[in-house]
């Protein structure tokens, strides 16, 4: 998508994030089909997904990775996840 990273440059600074520990997650579809009317709505997106125009992307590589979480949604905000490791970035925020 033409400007996506600018956005989300944008994003990061408006959200305050630049020198926090916090990500920014943003999901990701496919398709496999040529010409594509991006979905304008939330519920167009789901409608698309269902419909099978749209899928997440590389649904097919690990499907285990992609299946719906199992912990009821009411966990969520407690829950702390830490990840550690070294990340090579080609582009900085």
């Known amino acids: 998508m033409y400007g996506l990273y600018e956005y989300l440059k944008k994003s990061v600074s408006s959200m305050g994030l630049e020198s926090s ?9 496919e398709t496999q089909r040529y ?3 991006f979905p304008k709505s939330k519920a167009e997106l789901l409608s698309m997904l ?8 590389r649904y097919h590589v690990w499907t285990r990775g992609h299946a719906p979480q199992t912990m009821p949604s009411g966990e969520l905000p407690q829950r702390h996840i ?12």
């Open 21 to 29: 520990t916090k990500a920014l997650i943003v999901p990701a579809f």
């Open 35 to 37: 010409r594509l009317t």
């Open 50 to 57: 269902d419909m099978g125009t749209l899928f997440t992307f």
């Open 82 to 93: 830490e990840f550690s490791g070294s990340w090579i970035l080609s582009h900085t925020l």
